[in-house]
């Protein structure tokens, strides 16, 4: 079945910061890739989505490319604020709207000033 | 504020009862999926129902069910509860003008089992 796999947690960065977080996937077909965050005390919410090879989501100053060849989708941020610190989920589904989500395991993100 | 709401915030109960957790999807959402969250476990899929009808299944145990109402509004039953069963159990949904995998979820139940 399908699978998305995110590096293992807990990242801390310094505000300004470079952020690189990793999410792989397996999966039949031609899935939809997804990032969602989940702040503190709140549900997720989605942070941004590609849903074709080669297509690049961005929202917010976060970045993913979906990567088909390395089946890879990783999200990117220049320089990071402590107002991203929060939770960040990798997911995937397959055929269109209103379809199950399959997420990763979510990695924690904590920003200093 | 994702227009979905969650009842109640929080749950503490015995091993061994039932409970039940209720969800209010967005005006006009015809799907409403239900998720667990626990440390080991990360965001697991349970179910997903359709205009009252279940559409998809995932990893959920026998001892829960769940229904949607004619009103739309969802309810997850949790029975002979263990202490495994503690979680955050959170609600999405999506309808029409949802783009492909937008879901949106509500605040979550923390159900506390002892």
């Known amino acids: 079945g399908d699978s998305v796999t995110q590096m293992e947690g807990p990242v801390t960065l310094s505000e300004e910061a470079f952020l690189t977080i990793n999410c792989t996937y397996t999966?039949?077909?031609?899935?939809?890739l997804f990032w969602y965050v989940q702040y503190p005390g709140e549900g997720l919410q989605l942070l941004l989505k590609?849903?074709?090879?080669?297509d690049k989501g961005s929202n917010k100053g976060f970045e993913a490319t979906y990567r088909k060849e390395t089946t890879s989708f990783h999200l990117e941020k220049g320089s990071v604020q402590v107002s991203d610190s929060a939770v960040y989920f990798c997911?995937?589904?397959?055929?269109?709207?209103?379809?199950?989500?399959?997420f990763g395991k979510g990695i924690t993100l904590s920003v200093r000033p | 504020d994702s227009g979905v709401t969650q009842t109640p915030k929080h749950l503490i109960t015995a091993t061994g009862q039932r409970v039940t957790l209720r969800c209010s999807p967005r005006s006009g959402d015809l799907s409403v999926y239900w998720y667990q969250q626990s440390l080991d476990q990360g965001l697991q899929f349970l179910i997903q129902?359709?205009?009252?009808?279940?559409?998809a299944k995932g990893n959920i145990l026998e001892r829960f069910s769940a229904q949607q109402f004619p009103d739309l509004h969802s309810e997850l039953n949790l029975s002979s509860l263990e202490l495994g069963d503690s979680a955050l159990y959170f609600c999405?949904?999506?309808?029409?003008?949802?783009?492909?995998?937008?879901?949106?979820f509500g605040p979550g139940t923390r159900l506390t089992v002892t």
């Open positions: 997911a995937l589904t397959h055929t269109g709207a209103n379809s199950k989500l399959t």
């Open positions: 590609a849903t074709k090879a080669d």
């Open positions: 129902y359709y205009n009252g009808e279940e559409r």
């Open positions: 999966a039949t077909g031609y899935p939809s």
């Open positions: 999405a949904s999506s309808g029409t003008t949802s783009g492909i995998g937008e879901q949106y």
